[in-house]
């Protein structure tokens, strides 16, 4: 069964630097999700990406964040100058066009640790 | 984003139905009913979706009541895999986003 994949499992970076999150979407899809959860508290929503822009995105997806589908297989979430706050779980996201696009299939998570 | 309200906890017991309930009062026409589970340690999973009618898919059903202020997805038979957060999601249409709540922790006894 296809599945979205993500890498790293887990990042460890200090306070300041830039981390790259990828994702490869199950391959059919349109629709581009990133999500991320907080040890302990709830899953929130960042962005969505569709036809290679930004279709929606969240108060937490500041100028800090920015999303890309460099060669159409990846889907990579930035974060320039990472804050010990954006320490969490974050899940990629993806789902197919048409009536199908209302399931999400999400990837197993990459846990970003911030120094 | 209209709201959903779950209880917070709710316990089964294994090969027994478990129906776990939604309250969301202030849905508009227009929002669907989503359904996700997160199992322990992984990404959230979809369950099943609505917008107006019943529906059942290999994992489960979803009842919507006729006012559509209320659903209930119901497991036929629970199994220890199930133990999980569901979360109970209102899409608007015009949207893409999925917003969850706390959702419902269901533990399965053995």
């Known amino acids: 069964e296809p599945e979205v994949t993500q890498t790293p499992s887990h990042q460890v970076t200090q306070m300041g630097q830039e981390v790259i999150l990828r994702c490869v979407p199950i391959?059919?899809?349109?629709?581009f999700y990133w999500y991320r959860q907080i040890l302990g508290q709830k899953v929130e929503f960042l962005v969505s990406f569709y036809n290679n822009e930004i279709s929606e995105k969240s108060e937490i997806f500041d100028d800090q964040f920015s999303v890309e589908r460099p060669d159409g297989s990846n889907f990579t979430l930035k974060i320039r100058s990472t804050k010990l706050e954006d320490s969490a779980m974050y899940f990629c996201?993806?789902?197919?066009?048409?009536?199908?696009?209302?399931?999400?299939?999400f990837g197993p998570g990459t846990r970003l640790t911030v120094l | 984003d209209a709201k959903t309200t779950q209880p917070n906890s709710m316990e089964s017991n294994e090969e027994e139905p478990v129906h776990l309930p939604c309250n969301h009062s202030t849905i508009s026409g227009t929002d669907y009913i989503h359904w996700y589970r997160q199992l322990p340690s992984q990404g959230p999973e979809y369950v099943i979706h609505g917008l107006t009618s019943n529906v059942n898919n290999r994992m489960a059903s979803l009842a919507i009541a006729e006012d559509r202020k209320s659903s209930t997805l119901i497991l036929h038979r629970a199994t220890l895999r199930d133990a999980a957060v569901y979360y109970c999601?209102?899409?608007?249409?015009?949207?893409?986003?999925?917003?969850f709540g706390s959702g419902t922790r269901l533990l399965v006894r053995p």
């Open positions: 391959s059919n899809h349109l629709y």
């Open positions: 996201a993806s789902s197919a066009g048409g009536i199908s696009y209302n399931e999400q299939f």
């Open positions: 999601i209102l899409r608007v249409d015009s949207s893409y986003k999925l917003i």
